[in-house]
């Protein structure tokens, strides 16, 4: 398994989150991470990414309660998520990417992460 997410769970609206996404060392070497979501009945949406050399770049609708990280000595990525709300109800996926604006090349499978109102 390249990728494999979890952290997932259900939580009350206002709380917090941290995803974690454990990643082989070939993938986290040479990739952009990336995290996407995808509510029940919906589409799969961006949330954010995060380049090998630290850049991030989030989703207009995330950006102010969304943090993603990686730490290269334990090949994880993390999404921590604050002031959770019902809408952000959906199954959490986190991706590679050879680049910013090109879609994901792998993916992992999802954590479900519900937010209670």
């Known amino acids: 398994v390249q990728l494999q997410a979890s952290g997932g769970g259900l939580v009350p609206a206002g709380g917090s989150l941290r995803l974690s996404c454990a990643a082989s060392?070939?993938?986290?070497?040479?990739?952009?991470m990336a995290w996407y979501r995808q509510p029940a009945g919906k589409e799969r949406e961006y949330v954010a990414q995060?380049?090998?050399?630290?850049?991030?770049i989030y989703a207009d609708s995330v950006k102010d309660r969304f943090t993603i990280s990686r730490d290269s000595a334990k090949n994880m990525i993390y999404l921590q998520i604050n002031s959770l709300k019902p809408e952000d109800t959906a199954v959490y996926y986190c991706?590679?990417?050879?680049?910013?604006?090109?879609?994901?090349?792998?993916w992992g499978q999802g954590t479900q992460v519900t937010v209670s109102s």
């Open positions: 991706a590679a990417k050879k680049s910013f604006y090109v879609s994901p090349h792998s």
């Open positions: 060392g070939m993938i986290f070497r040479t990739n952009l």
């Open positions: 995060i380049s090998r050399g630290g850049a991030t």
